[in-house]
């Protein structure tokens, strides 16, 4: 068990919990667009975020050569957050050098982002709440994949999305689902990839809409080696926020899928 998890299960004291961050930790949160550096603000957003969400459950914890990954869920006013805490270690001390947070839904998230920028809004600069201005000269991110042979579908396939409020299930629906997110969402730049014969757990990188982006897809696989359940976590949540508002546009577009998705956009 990483300490970062035992110190949350242990409920430790701010002081004790500061312990394990490096001086100048980089810490990425899910509703921010740039990172804030050091001790303080670690310890500043993960209580508040305690205080908001209850005591984290988490429900895995796996690691690569670099990082580990942490699964966890709170509540927001009666409703499940679910989100993945990435945690890297300095090789030297031990100690924790950068934090990411990812999350899902987005209705709940919303929820999630309001309140937190209800507290700590004087503290962040308002900036870092926004979408980042694009550079007209500067060229594309090159984003150089990794990644393992698509694994073929189930056709019960269950997709739980970062932008949708409830579970999109059937085959069929999940990949108009999918492709929907795709015209929007540049193609992912697999960062790490941690598969076994039940689960694939893939890190990518990301543009939406020319924002930058850090995802994490979930695969669970059946005995027949097919894809039966999808999970997506996504950061952070103003570029979350443009990928939902350009694919529920482009949705409504169709009458069709307009009915079929009409309750999935909000709680």
Request: charged share 30%; aromatic share 10%.
């Amino acid at each position: 068990m990483h300490p970062f998890r035992k110190a949350i299960i242990d409920g430790v004291e701010p002081g004790e919990f500061k312990k394990l961050f490096s001086e100048e930790v980089e810490f990425w949160a899910p509703m921010l667009t740039k990172p804030l550096h050091g001790r303080d603000f670690a310890v500043t957003l993960l209580t508040n975020a305690g205080h908001i969400l209850g005591k984290a459950i988490y429900t895995r914890e796996v690691k690569d050569i670099k990082q580990t990954l942490l699964f966890w869920h709170g509540m927001v006013d009666g409703y499940t957050l679910e989100a993945v805490t990435v945690l890297t270690d300095d090789d030297d001390t031990g100690l924790i050098k950068q934090v990411r947070v990812l999350m899902r839904s987005w209705p709940f998230v919303t929820l999630f982002v309001d309140k937190m920028k209800e507290r700590l809004y004087d503290l962040i600069p308002e900036d870092y709440w926004n979408l980042q201005p694009m550079d007209a000269n500067a060229k594309p991110r090159v984003l150089s994949p990794i990644k393992l042979n698509d694994l073929p579908v189930a056709d019960d396939l269950a997709l739980h999305s970062p932008i949708f409020s409830k579970t999109l299930e059937g085959k069929e629906w999940v990949i108009k689902g999918l492709d929907a997110v795709h015209k929007i969402q540049a193609p992912s730049s697999y960062t790490s990839i941690i598969a076994s014969p039940d689960m694939k757990i893939e890190v990518f990188d990301t543009d939406i809409d020319g924002n930058p982006a850090e995802g994490i897809w979930v695969s669970k696989i059946n005995k027949y080696g097919e894809v039966y359940d999808l999970t997506v976590y996504l950061r952070p949540y103003p570029a979350v926020t443009v990928l939902r508002n350009k694919a529920k546009e482009a949705n409504d577009k169709d009458p069709e899928q307009r009915e079929r998705f009409e309750s999935y956009w909000v709680i």
